[in-house]
């Protein structure tokens, strides 16, 4: 039975947060939301064998030049996926969506979901408003994740700017969104991000996007550039040592082989993007998975300790 680190909950709060800012899903990411019912949930749930589901909000980030009524969205959004994981306290928990790029605001708004909603951690897209996780400007708010040792389940956010016209341009999905999360943690590692703030548990989506490619690059590029004057030194194997990875996406054939060569099997967690992959689909390649003998001494790690030491149970 496995908890799943990479589950959406769609209420009409954050709908409605949305459209109140004007952000179009399909103009954002080139897909419409998916249809959500806490029915729908717990049925896939049950078919998928999964124990319990940490809920996020999905992608687009609510954000707009106004801070007090981004905030004013934010607890909307939090308020209703609370009230939907307190109906199901045994199957559901959530983790707080926050108004990242406004950092006071972020931290009052966690304190509140944690100490009077309930919430397990704190969801964080890769970039808030252009702003990327690991900027300098986040201090404070990571300082005050790093003092509650929480739980941060990493989602990846279009970047404000990139090409339209090539195929990766059109459906988010298909390549902007792994490449703003490797963006992002590496932005993360350069600012020693990991290390200074060691008690955060990190959850890095999609079988760690493209880090496993990026990982020797980066150590020898980042040790280039610091020889030369033009950043920190930084030990990037250190600062990857602290990240867990769920395998939302497609971890067979290729992606799961490539993280296990840089990860550690310890630092795996389960993550299905439902209802963003529909169950059907979810439930064939979790059936693959469970059924391949190559995985089985790793799939009780997935669905046992790993999940429990990324929980800090």
Known sequence: MAIDFHAHIITPEYRWGLKSLNIDPIAADGFALPDWSKEKHLEFMREAGIERSILSSPTPHIWCDDEKLTAKIHREVNVSMAEVCRKHSDKFSFVASVPLPYTYASIEEYRFAKEKL??????????????????????????????????????????????????????????????????????????????????????????????????QRFTGVSGILASMGMMESVDVQKEFQNLYFDIAGDPEPVALDMLLSVAGEDKIVYGSDFPHSPAKVVLAKKKHLDENPKYQKLLLKIYGENEKNCLGK
């Open 118 to 215: 309930g919430a397990v951690g704190v969801k964080l897209t890769t970039n808030a408003g252009g702003v990327y996780l690991g900027d300098p400007s986040l201090d404070n708010f990571m300082a005050e994740l790093n003092k509650e040792s929480a739980l941060v389940i990493i989602h990846p956010q279009r970047a404000a700017e990139y090409p339209k016209t090539p195929i990766t341009g059109t459906v988010a999905a298909i390549y902007e969104y792994p490449t703003d999360t490797t963006r992002a943690v590496l932005n993360m590692m350069a600012h020693k991000v990991m290390t200074r703030f060691e008690n955060i548990r990190f959850v890095v989506p999609h079988t760690g996007s493209f880090l496993p490619y990026m990982l």
